[in-house]
């Protein structure tokens, strides 16, 4: 399995990088928070992979950061979440800001990405609410910590 690639980006698209590591062009599939994240074509690149094989493809897809490849582990681990879908998840926003709206369940916010239905946000939040806490950053674990109290309540 293909778990990080460093090379030269050749051609950089929104969702689509290639990488050509020492004369082989790597097609990658990346989400948008990846690629505003990108140098220039022709300056080096590093990203962390993940290989998803099917009995008619191996596709790869890529991540600026570890954090964001972890985010998408999660998303894929639900039933119904393919690959290509948890890509559309992190491209509509940063992944503190998915992993707020599940921790909130706001499924407006997660409808509100092309792909994702009532449906699927639901079976989002339910899957992923007590698992997104080290994706918050230190201020939104607080407010979350605090909305789930009782009134009056203070640690």
């Known amino acids: ?7 030269q980006l050749l051609l950089k ?33 590093a990203l962390k992979i993940h290989t998803h094989v099917r009995e ?3 596709a790869l ?4 950061s570890q954090r964001e490849k972890d985010f ?5 681990s639900i039933s119904g979440i393919g690959p290509k879908l948890g890509i559309s998840i992190l ?6 800001e998915l992993a707020q709206a ?3 369940g706001n499924l407006a916010r997660l409808t509100a990405i092309p792909g994702v239905g009532r449906k699927t946000a639901e079976r989002v939040v339910l899957e992923l609410k007590s ?11 607080q407010a979350v910590r605090e909305a789930g109290k009782p009134d009056g309540l203070q640690e």
């Not at 806490?133 to 939104?140: A, K, N, S």
């Open 13 to 45: 698209k929104p969702n689509l990088v290639v990488v050509d590591v020492h004369g082989v062009g790597y097609e990658v599939q990346i989400p948008l928070t990846s690629f505003y994240e990108l140098p220039a074509e022709g300056n080096d690149i």
């Open 56 to 58: 008619d493809q191996i």
């Open 102 to 104: 599940i921790a909130e």
């Open 72 to 76: 998408f582990l999660k998303l894929i």
């Open 1 to 7: 399995m293909i778990g990080y690639l460093k090379g």
């Open 131 to 141: 698992q997104v806490t080290p994706f918050l950053l230190p201020e939104q674990a």
């Open 91 to 96: 491209s509509g926003a940063k992944v503190e």
């Open 61 to 64: 897809f890529g991540f600026h």
